[in-house]
């Protein structure tokens, strides 16, 4: 097997496998009428599963949505030559 | 009236001595006189010396040292009321319950509660201060903090030196107490600049009251006497532990429709609104108190995104303000004073002050600060980004200095009783906030002063009397 072709596989093998465990898009629990979870340790009375952390901010999974996207459709900060990532 | 001269014939005149003259002093002296007649020795001078705040200095280790508790340590007449904000604010009931793994106060709230309205009539606040935390919404509290232009002592001195019965002289210093029998204090040893340390006797009617701040109250009872041996007034060991702060953060920038926000009781004054959790996320979560308050806005650039997201959904107004955690520092006998060999020109033995956050009490603020955030955040209030590495990095104190002299039902426990008398001592009684067993999330000084007013009120009736 030359060089370019085992990194070829495990990068395959990487791919496989996070999408096997990551949760399909929309996999979060309704916020209305769902069963709230069995809080774990120091978790009482959270919603952690109804609200996220963006960039430190305690939102809606919606707000991330959407912040998410206005984000990405502003232009992108110039922080340098293009490719000059050391 | 203002003496030049402190010697043996001068203080025999007096029913009771109250040494220091801030907010832990002067509702004592109060209410004592006229009936009894009051010395009260400030160890400074009408202001701040050179000279004096010499014998504050301290070495201090910790998360808050560098000078932290010397700067808050005010030798001079008025105390720290010359630099106190003027937040006021009272302890809630659960403040003193011990059900966070904390001492129980050995009284109870409905006894303090009591003495918080001579304590607002002292500080020139409107009696609504005094209410409790009110329920707000699913698992909040709104507690505002009153805030205005904070009594400043110093500025009454001509009147408060007139008060009749009272005698103040100034630039003594209480180095340390003497007993020949450990059951009621017979003498002082006090120094001036300008002369030698001398003994003054006391008769055991004679009421003394060591009402010198949190660290200097423990700095008298820890200093060792010259034949070696226990300290007068540490029998308990105690003194000088448990040394608390109340940890100050900005622990979030929050989003907010202050509009949507309720508003603070009528009469209440200028308030700064401030949310707390209930009883059940905090005992449910093994919470310390926390109180956040809504403060100023804030300028983050990088935050403007979030900004205009939020200020179309809540609707107008909303600003992007501080949330300031003010909380509760858990006791422990590691966070402590300890006396040095080395010795102050005054002949009081230096302190060396140890002070770490432990990890609930960090947890405290950001687990606060997070359920608070999702409340808000739910009901279309407001939106908070945690700072975690602020609380968990730059979490200062805020000038109060607790815990060292606390109040127990047992000499085993604790160095003063629910009366602020020094167990085992006839005559030796505590005033301020060194005698809190726990801090809660209140801003100390209306509780300073209403424990004052109740042991001033309680000395009356004993002070120059046969016990």
């Known amino acids: 097997m030359t060089r370019r072709s085992f990194v070829g596989t495990v990068a395959a093998a990487a791919a496989a496998w996070t999408s096997a465990w990551r949760p399909a898009r929309g996999a979060m629990p309704p916020v209305s009428g769902a069963p709230e979870p069995a809080p774990g340790p120091g978790e009482a009375g959270l919603t952690a599963w109804r609200v996220v952390d963006y960039r430190g901010w305690i939102v809606r999974p919606e707000d991330r949505e959407r912040l998410r996207a206005d984000a990405a459709a502003r232009p992108a900060r110039q922080v340098g030559a293009a490719g000059a990532l050391q | ?259 949507r926000l309720p508003p603070p009781p009528d009469g209440f004054g200028n308030a700064l609104p401030a949310l707390m959790v209930d009883d059940e996320l905090r005992y449910a979560n093994d919470l310390l108190g926390c109180s956040l308050a809504i403060e100023g806005p804030v300028d983050a650039p990088d935050a403007a995104a979030e900004v205009a997201y939020f200020r179309e959904r809540f609707g107008q107004p909303v600003d992007l303000v501080a949330m300031l955690s003010r909380s509760e520092q858990e006791p422990s006998a590691a966070n402590a004073l300890e006396i040095l060999p080395e010795r102050a020109w005054s002949g009081a033995h230096r302190l060396r002050a140890r002070c770490s956050f432990s990890s609930r009490d960090l947890r405290t603020i950001e687990l606060t600060t997070r359920l608070v955030g999702e409340r808000l955040l739910m009901a279309g209030i407001g939106a908070v980004r945690l700072r975690n590495t602020a609380i968990y990095r730059e979490t200062m104190g805020g000038g109060h200095t607790m815990g060292t002299t606390r109040m127990g039902s047992s000499r085993g426990t604790s160095v003063c009783d629910a009366d602020q008398r020094v167990h085992g001592y006839a005559n030796l009684f505590l005033s301020g906030s060194s005698v809190f067993p726990t801090g809660g999330a209140a801003n100390p000084t209306l509780t300073i002063v209403a424990l004052a007013c109740r042991l001033g009120v309680h000395l009356r009736a004993t002070a120059g009397r046969q016990p």
């Open chain 2, 1 to 259: 009236m203002l003496l030049h001269q402190l010697d043996e014939a001068v203080i025999a005149r007096y029913d009771a001595i109250v040494v220091g003259s801030s907010f832990a002093a002067w509702p004592v002296v109060q209410a004592l006189a006229p009936a009894r007649r009051v010395l009260v020795i400030e160890g400074g001078d009408r202001t701040e010396h050179e000279m004096f705040r010499e014998l504050t200095l301290n070495d201090e280790y910790g998360h808050l040292a560098d000078g932290h508790w010397s700067s808050h340590w005010i030798r001079a007449f008025g105390g720290t009321s010359s630099r106190w904000s003027g937040v006021v604010t009272p302890l809630d009931a659960r403040d003193l319950d011990g059900s966070s793994g904390a001492p129980a106060w050995p009284l109870a709230f409905d006894d303090l509660a009591a003495w918080y309205r001579c304590a607002l009539e002292f500080l020139e606040r409107p009696a609504a201060v005094g209410q409790p935390a009110q329920r707000w919404r699913d698992g909040l509290l709104f507690k505002p903090l009153s805030h205005a232009a904070p009594r400043r002592l110093a500025t009454a001195f001509d009147r408060l030196v007139a008060t009749p019965g009272v005698d103040l002289v100034l630039r003594e210093t209480v180095v340390r107490l003497t007993s020949a029998t450990r059951r009621a204090i017979d003498g002082l040893v006090v120094t001036a600049p300008t002369q030698q340390p001398r003994w003054l006797p006391l008769r055991s009617t004679q009421v003394l009251v060591l009402a010198c701040g949190g660290l200097g109250n423990a700095q008298i009872l820890m200093q060792p006497p010259p034949q070696g041996g226990v300290a007068i007034g540490n029998e308990s060991g105690l003194a000088g532990r448990y040394l608390m702060e109340h940890p100050h953060v900005v622990s979030a920038h929050v989003v907010v429709n202050r509009a």
